[in-house]
């Protein structure tokens, strides 16, 4: 899907929500494991983006729970065990009197804080009780997206989009790159129309790496600039994940798949068939590829080694 074309079209809600998911049998798309895909369906809505976190073995999925951009404080993050897949599915809930949550997309950790991207501005949290540690306002902001990691500093995207006439998405002119230093301070650390629309980021051996929603490349960031710019086959690109042989997985919404490769070589459809994958996790315990499909609010799991 291009990023002119991005929705914001009316996603349907659903009426009743449950405290607790359950393991149902998935459609399989076509994936590189011949099994079926297990999933996480019950309690989500317009998930966005889902996180693993090692140290407590769980897994975070953000919740949208209506318009990319609507500031209708409804937004909640759910805590699902990877064994059982259930759990608290509204663990932060926008509509908690001291929880301030729109339209969350991406997040990552530092300590004990688990950081969520939300419009204009990134919110925390923390990770083990979930109470809310503040906010960092982004200046100029209008769509944050994805949030990465290394561990010290938190690196953040804005996709350069306002709602517009039409029910559209148009270009807001803000693309670029967010670094929060110290979990207080944001400073811009790349910006331009060339970013296409930045959208998944990975931080590798203290490299940024974005994929474009606007384009279809994979690239890094130095110096406020970008440098080993590799093309993959579509676009629409939105999550990133980085596995420990070196490859990439590339989310596609143009293709309706992930993709698999490796800076400067080709990069091939791994699982296919998957309607609007957005922010990918990885489960580095159980070598699993974590998908979440935005319009069919589900998570599918693949087992990619």
Known sequence: MRLCSLLIIVLPLVTCQKNETTTTPATPPATSSAAAPSQIGDGLQTPESVLYDPDQDLYFISNINGQPLAADDNGYISRVNPETLQGDMKWIDGAKPDVTLNAPKGMAIIGDTLYVTDITAVRKFNRKTGAPEGEIPIKGGTFLN????????????????????????????TDSIWKIITGTKAEKIASGKDLKGPNGLE?????????????????????????????????????????????????????????RGKPGGAFTAIVENVNAPADIGYDTKRNRLLIPHFMDSIVTIHNVQ
Do not use: R
Not at 148 to 162: H, L
């Open 146 to 173: 994805d949030a990465a990691s290394d561990g010290t500093s938190v690196y953040v995207s804005d996709m350069g989009m306002q709602a517009g006439a039409g029910g559209k998405f148009e270009p807001s002119g």
């Open 203 to 259: 931080v590798v051996d203290g490299n940024v790496w974005v994929v474009s929603f606007g384009g279809n490349e994979l690239y890094e960031i130095e110096k406020g600039k970008k440098k080993n710019v590799t093309t993959l086959p579509k676009g629409g690109l939105d999550g990133l994940v980085h596995l420990s042989d070196g490859s990439f997985l590339v989310s596609s919404w143009d293709a309706k798949a992930v993709y």
